[in-house]
């Protein structure tokens, strides 16, 4: 039997069969850890149901590890150099489809829909590329795919940030955006030394389950993330400073504190110690004035 692919040794086997550099520009750094390949996946709690969504496969590393108890895996990978070493690597399973795509630019419902069972369980389970994970991780959840949960390492700094709650230093807009629609947990973090080549930033799982409905009501979601945006500007800034400014057409500054007041907002807080519920009461006050 072949031994896993996450092996240190038949990472450079593979590498070397086929002559393959690493490209810094694509995030490559790939897992030659078997025991954490193990834990990611296990963190996603697949059944042999189960289909998995894979960001990224290198060379097949995680991948491997999902398909061995998913149904099916579908994985989107950039690299065209990396299309032929997966073939190779991922003969003895067939499960696994992969397309040669910037995910970015992937309709991810429709290859879903070609690719899974109606109403199958699937869940995200990868190994991001650190250049692009934000973008990635939000395509993901504002497209509202039918996704039970993503599990997915990414740098820890970013994991800690889109896990934040109020009054921590890493909560910011990107929390609120990322928990409006999941619940989000850093499940553990990872050493550079599990990867090759090591990445220069440390590396967290974070889990995100999807919610069924979002945790608070908004009267407009775009207009919501642009209030939280606006909030969060300069930081160091009070809610009203930033708030007058985003309003500073309709609105004087006077009229902004006084809403706030209205709402039991002390207009002096700092964005980073509201809560969702706050953020949303705000939005949904301030819509009626927009319109
Ligand atoms: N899954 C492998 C592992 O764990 O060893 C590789 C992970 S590596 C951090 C990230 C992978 O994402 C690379 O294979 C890279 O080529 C690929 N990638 C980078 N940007 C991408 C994009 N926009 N769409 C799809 N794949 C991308």
Known sequence: MTKDIATPKRTKEILDKFG????????????????????????????????????GPGIGALTEQSAKIAERVLAFE???????????????????????????????????????????DVAVVANLPYYVTTPILMKLLEEKLPVRVMVVMLQKEVAERIAAGPGSKAYGSLSI??????????????????????????????????????????????????VVQASFVQRRKTLLNNLAKFFEETLDKSQVAAKLLS??????RRAEALSMEEFASICNEFHNEMN
Do not use: C, W
């Open 20 to 55: 393959f550099s690493f490209k810094k520009s694509l995030g490559q750094n790939f897992l030659i850890d078997p025991n954490v390949l193990s834990k990611i996946v296990m963190a996603a709690g697949l059944t042999e149901e189960s289909g998995v969504i894979e960001i």
């Open 177 to 226: 955006a990322a928990q409006y629609y999941a619940e989000a947990e850093t499940v553990f973090t990872v050493p550079k030394t599990v990867f090759v080549p090591q990445p220069n930033v440390d590396s967290a799982i974070l889990r995100l389950t999807r919610r069924s409905s979002p945790p608070v009501n908004v009267k407009s979601e775009q207009f919501f993330f642009q």
């Open 263 to 268: 709402m039991d907002i002390d207009p002096k």
């Open 78 to 120: 950039i690299d065209q150099r990396l299309i032929p070493i997966l073939k190779d690597t991922l003969s003895p399973y067939p499960t696994v489809k992969v397309i040669h795509q910037d995910v970015l630019k992937a309709d991810v419902q429709k290859e879903m829909e070609a690719f899974f069972r109606p109403g199958q």
